[in-house]
């Protein structure tokens, strides 16, 4: 099982940038894609930012322009890199991949929680 670990939550003031950071306990390169998505209270889970291993990136319509998914094979690490932050994007922050060719996310980091306060 791979070992997700985020970084990088915390209170944040409006208009600020977020960087975040996701540490994986293997090579990066064995996956088929990585993503960050993120779940706000009382509401669903949903995609932030993708990027395959061929590097096809996507943005939710809600982040599009602000944020820049990135990744690491030195260290292994996936970024998101978010801009002009608003206090919806408040939530807990996810981590993810998919270790196999299907694409579909099936390891999970715990979360990170991003608090955008005004």
């Known amino acids: 099982q791979v070992q997700l670990v985020e970084s990088g939550g915390g209170l944040v003031e409006v208009g600020s940038i977020l960087r975040l950071s996701c540490a994986a306990s293997?090579?990066?390169?064995?996956?088929?894609?990585m993503g960050w998505y993120r779940q706000a209270t009382g509401k669903e889970r949903e995609a932030v930012a993708t990027?395959?291993?061929?590097?096809?990136?996507y943005y939710a319509p809600s982040v599009k322009g602000r944020a820049t998914i990135s990744r690491t094979s030195a260290t292994n690490t996936l970024y998101l890199q978010m801009t002009r932050l608003k206090p919806e994007d408040t939530a807990v922050f996810f981590c993810a991949v998919a270790a196999t060719a299907s694409g579909v996310m099936d390891s999970w980091g715990k979360g990170t929680l991003v608090t955008v306060s005004l």
């Open positions: 293997e090579s990066i390169l064995n996956f088929s894609a």
């Open positions: 990027v395959s291993q061929g590097g096809v990136t």
